[in-house]
């Protein structure tokens, strides 16, 4: 049994304690803002139901150095957006017995704000990056969730990235035998296709969320959307290239080489029967647009630009985001400010992902 420490108490949080617990392994959870764990205040115990059906025991605690002291392996389970200010709190806590997994937020240049603050600490604390979640799915209330089916195969790359066979081990005496390491924390963020699904998806569908519908997101993947997500992938294919990574297609990823050339509505759509739970968003204050547009898609677009690569369907989308929304997604991001991104080379970025700071 392993002791894991989750920072977080969202769907991804719930979802993945349970999982672990049904692993065999020891969970605490925290909650940043207190809400998520208000439940389990009552009892200790997580529902969840759908690929893992179950009641779990879990433990949680109300500060981030009660969470670091609770185990050496901390799951990060909060959105780009959120990652500046927990990782502001985590990091005079930990050690360098420490590993920090990063399960969400690829491309919003988190793994490198931590490990520049750790650097900054003179810690040497392993920093591991996955291209998603391990599972995930929805809170129902304040104890309960349905998730769907866990990776089969999940993409990961520490920082530095000579250390990824030790961030491995670390991370499947949690999870079980299931990773796949990779050259960087860039090639593994570039292969997580949240921002550029969903920003797709719902560009076709907000009127639906600002309504709060009840819509299923895998179906209305319509081959009008699936041309604007391929469009997209484009640009991030073009980006990698530029950082000298062979990126795959978001088919190929999808289907893990399997059908490299099926369209996303091919690859997508099926889920449609196979996860009926997964409704689309229901409020447009959602990560879909919060998350995937200044963290994931004006990353691609600031990279682009640091290459000399034009990335005109992403820009073209953000700028449609901007003027829907009426934000200035661009500057959302101070995590980019802080590490001066702007001001770096293609290879002084790929060092970075690669060595760290």
Not at 152 to 165: E, F, L, V
Not at 222 to 230: C, G, P, Q, V, Y
Not at 316 to 345: C, F, H, P, W
Request: glycine share 10%.
């Amino acid at each position: 049994m392993t002791k894991v420490a989750i920072a977080g108490a969202g769907a991804v949080g719930f979802t993945s304690a349970c999982l672990l617990r049904l692993l065999g392994n020891d969970v605490t959870l925290w909650s940043p803002s207190g809400r998520g764990t208000m439940g389990l205040r009552e009892n200790n115990k997580i529902t969840t139901t759908g690929s893992v059906n179950g009641t779990f025991d879990v433990n949680f605690v109300e500060d981030p150095k009660l969470l670091v002291e609770s185990a050496k392996l901390i799951l990060i389970a909060i959105p780009a957006y959120g990652q500046r200010s927990i990782f502001n709190q985590l990091v005079p806590y930990l050690t360098d017995e420490h590993t920090v997994l990063i399960t969400g937020g690829q491309m919003g240049l988190g793994d490198l704000y931590l490990s520049k603050l750790l650097a900054d600490a003179g810690k040497k604390t392993l920093i591991a990056v996955l291209n998603g979640p391990m599972t995930m799915g929805r809170k129902l209330g304040p104890n309960d969730a349905v998730q769907v089916p866990p990776k089969k195969m999940a993409r990961i790359s520490a920082i530095p990235a000579d250390q990824t066979d030790r961030a491995i081990a670390v991370v499947s005496e949690a999870f079980g035998d299931r990773f796949k390491g990779f050259g960087s924390a860039l090639e593994v963020g570039l292969m997580a296709m949240g921002g550029i699904v969903h920003s797709g998806l719902v560009m076709g569908n907000i009127t639906r969320m600002e309504e709060g519908e009840e819509w299923c997101g895998y179906y209305y993947v319509t081959e009008s959307i699936s041309r604007l997500i391929n469009a997209l992938d484009q640009d991030r294919r073009a980006v990698a290239k530029a950082f000298g990574i062979d990126s795959p297609s978001a088919a190929g990823i999808f289907t893990q080489g399997q059908r490299p050339d099926a369209t996303v509505r091919e690859v997508l759509f099926p889920l449609t029967y196979e996860r009926t739970f997964r409704n689309g968003p229901r409020k447009i204050e959602h990560r879909y647009v919060e998350e995937e547009i200044p963290y994931n898609l004006v990353t691609l677009e600031r990279f682009g630009r640091l290459a000399g690569i034009q990335t005109p369907n992403v820009t073209r989308v953000i700028d449609m985001y901007q003027i829907m929304r009426d934000r200035d997604y661009r500057t959302k991001n101070t995590m980019a400010v802080a590490l001066g991104i702007d001001e770096l080379s293609v290879d002084q970025i790929n060092q970075k992902f690669t060595q760290g700071f």
